[in-house]
């Protein structure tokens, strides 16, 4: 339980500690931390405005994506206690609960028969299908590696492999995860939610129909994801035999230091063009793939 009450706190900072970076960096004073938080006070006051060609799918979407994220962080571990969720395979799971609040915002896009919303549609589901083989090899690569296939047996195994090469893979689970949840929230470099032109943009043209509660709902759910591959990194970079207080104040560092490499990632590197972005995706899932290869010969499953 303490991981899921850091995973929201550490969700309610993260744009914040993003903008503020990007501003820095930029040389501007910019927006404070605390800005996202009143934008989102501000739409959660606000109602929502329907089209009258939406149905109840467009009512219901942003709920279910933001439940669907809730419940993913239950099946993650923190320190060396199991997650309040946690089975055999469980990291299928959590894929396919984040992958069904995806199909209904997607759908709901659909709904408003808009062909804009419909083409970032048709960009996220493209773009999500094309990173998600680089999750599920990065997680068997983990699985493989600890021999248990739980988050909380791969997480609370990870450092006791006895392995010279844990901080190799640590490395490349940071690398993967950090790709993964920027083109999960769309981000630069597949998407840049700064653009205003409808031609170029994923996720914003998505949700150009929502508003009001609904919308701030939306926003709280791309938060929480990027707290939520926050909490996967700090699983991989953390032992879970330590103090528990160190472990919550790793735990923050570790969410801040993401945030802080997302807005210097973002404040310095271009968006890639829409052609660029499948080639991109698959050579994440490629080098996936070779660490995966790497850990079957390291544990003489594979031989040469």
């Not at 909490?231 to 919550?248: A, D, K, T």
Request: proline share 4%.
């Amino acid at each position: 339980m303490p991981g899921v009450i850091l995973i929201f706190i550490s969700a309610l900072f993260f744009p914040g500690i993003i903008l503020r970076t990007k501003s820095i960096a930029s040389g501007r004073k910019g927006p404070g931390i605390f800005q996202p938080l009143k934008d989102i006070a501000v739409l959660l006051r606000k109602g929502s405005v329907f089209s009258g060609t939406t149905g109840i799918i467009f009512q219901i979407a942003p709920v279910i994506a933001l439940s669907t994220l809730v419940c993913a962080s239950l099946l993650l571990p923190f320190a060396n206690q199991r997650s309040l969720i946690s089975f055999g395979g469980d990291f299928i799971f959590f894929a396919y609960l984040i992958g069904l609040g995806k199909f209904f915002s997607i759908i709901a896009a659909l709904d408003t028969g808009s062909s804009f919303e419909g083409m970032g549609a048709n960009r996220e589901a493209f773009f999500s299908m094309l990173i998600e083989p680089a999750f599920f090899i990065l997680m068997a690569t983990f699985a493989m590696f600890t021999g248990h296939t739980s988050f909380s047996g791969i997480f609370n195994h990870f450092f006791l492999t006895g392995n010279d090469y844990v901080l190799i893979f640590s490395i490349i689970g940071i690398f993967l995860f950090t790709q993964i949840a920027m083109v999960e929230n769309s981000r630069v470099p597949v998407d840049d939610p700064r653009t205003h032109l409808e031609l170029t943009m994923i996720h914003e043209v998505m949700i150009l129909d929502n508003s009001g509660f609904d919308k701030a709902l939306i926003h709280i759910t791309s938060y929480l994801k990027f707290a939520v591959y926050g909490s996967l990194m700090y699983n991989i970079i953390v032992p879970s035999g330590w103090n528990i207080f160190l472990h919550v104040i790793l735990f923050l560092a570790v969410q801040l230091l993401f945030a802080v490499a997302i807005g210097l990632l973002e404040s310095f590197r271009a968006r890639n063009k829409m052609n660029k972005n499948p080639k991109y995706l698959l050579t994440i899932s490629a080098i996936a793939w070779i660490s995966f290869v790497i850990v079957l010969i390291l544990t003489n499953k594979l031989t040469v």
